[in-house]
C-alpha cells in the first residue's frame, strides 16, 4: 500500500526517470561560482524572468528590460490592462521571493496553503475578488482545458489540494512531483475568476524553492511555456483528463519544464559572474 497519495505516480511511465534529471539539472546549478555569495543577484533577475516569462505565456508581449524596470521601481507600468496584468506579474513573483529562505537555511514561512494561495491571486488581481473562490461562474481564463468545477466541488476539491500542499512528504516522494501536481491542478481547477495562470506558476516557483528542488530560487521554467504557450496549455489539458497516460504526460512535461528552467538559471548565473547584471 503506497504511504502518501502522490506515491504512486512515480510508477507512470517515464516519470521517475524525469523526476530524477530534473534533480541533477537543479542539484548542478545550485554548485555554480556564482551563487556562493551574488545568490541575491541571481534570484531577483530569475523573478524578473518569470514575471516576463509568464507574462508571455498568458499573451502580453512586452520586452524584458520594461519588466525589470518596472519590478525595480524604475518605471510605472503601462496604463491599460496590459499594465495591470504587467504589475500583477511582478507583484506575484515579489510575493513569493518574500517567502524565500537563504540557501541552506530553514524554509520558515509557515503560511497555510489557502492562505497563501488567497494571498498570490491577491497579487495578480488586486482588486475586489482578490483571492476569492469562484461560485458559480466559470473561470474567465485558460478556457482550452475543457469545464471547471465550481460551487461546493470546487471548494472540496481545492480543500483536498491544499491539504495535500500542507502535508507532510515521505522522503521517498520527490518534491518536484508535488510541485507538478499542485501546478496540474490549479490549470485544472482554476479556482479563481482570472489570473489562475499567474497563481499556478507562482505557487510552482514557491514550491520548487520551499521543497528544496531548487533552493537558491534561480529555476526558472517560464521560459519554456512562454516558448511554446500551445504545447503548456496542451499538457495541462492531457492532466485534467484524469488518466494515466494525461497525468503522466504532464509530469514528464513538468520535470522537463525545470530542466530547461535550470538552464535558464544557468544563464543568470553566468551573467550574474560576468557582471552583466546589476545588484
Not at 521517475?16 to 545550485?30: G, H, I, K, P, S
Not at 485558460?142 to 489540494?161: F, I, K, S, W
Not at 508535488?178 to 497563481?199: D, I, S
Request: net charge neutral; aromatic share 4%; charged share 20%.
Amino acid at each position: 500500500m503506497p504511504t502518501h497519495p502522490l506515491e504512486p505516480l512515480l510508477a507512470l511511465d517515464g516519470v521517475a526517470a524525469a523526476v530524477d534529471e530534473a534533480r541533477q539539472a537543479c542539484e548542478t546549478l545550485r554548485w555554480h561560482r556564482a551563487l556562493r555569495r551574488q545568490w541575491g543577484v541571481a534570484r531577483i533577475e530569475a523573478g524578473v524572468r518569470a514575471a516576463w516569462a509568464g507574462a508571455e505565456v498568458d499573451g502580453l508581449r512586452v520586452p524584458l528590460d520594461l519588466v525589470r524596470d518596472v519590478a525595480r521601481g524604475a518605471v510605472a507600468p503601462p496604463a491599460g490592462p496590459d499594465g495591470d496584468a504587467l504589475a500583477g506579474a511582478v507583484r506575484v513573483q515579489a510575493a513569493v521571493e518574500q517567502r524565500m529562505a537563504a540557501p541552506g537555511a530553514p524554509h520558515a514561512d509557515r503560511t497555510p496553503a489557502g492562505q497563501l494561495l488567497a494571498h498570490l491571486h491577491a497579487a495578480v488581481v488586486a482588486d475586489d475578488a482578490a483571492g476569492r473562490l469562484r461560485a458559480e461562474e466559470p473561470p474567465a481564463d485558460l478556457r482550452g482545458l475543457g469545464a471547471a468545477p465550481t460551487g461546493p466541488e470546487l471548494a472540496g476539491r481545492v480543500a483536498a489540494l491544499t491539504e495535500l500542499m500542507g502535508g507532510r512528504l515521505p522522503a521517498h516522494v520527490p518534491a518536484l512531483l508535488l510541485v507538478a501536481v499542485v501546478h496540474g491542478e490549479l490549470v485544472t481547477l482554476r479556482p479563481f475568476t482570472r489570473g489562475n495562470g499567474a497563481v499556478a506558476r507562482a505557487m510552482t516557483r514557491h514550491l520548487l524553492t520551499a521543497g528544496g528542488v531548487d533552493p537558491v530560487g534561480v529555476v526558472v521554467p517560464e521560459v519554456r511555456w512562454a516558448a511554446e504557450p500551445t504545447v503548456y496549455l496542451s499538457a495541462a489539458a492531457r492532466y485534467a483528463t484524469g488518466t494515466p497516460e494525461g497525468v503522466g504526460h504532464w509530469l514528464r512535461y513538468c520535470a522537463a519544464s525545470v530542466v530547461s528552467g535550470a538552464a535558464e538559471g544557468t544563464t543568470v548565473a553566468d551573467a550574474v559572474l560576468a557582471g552583466r547584471l546589476g545588484a
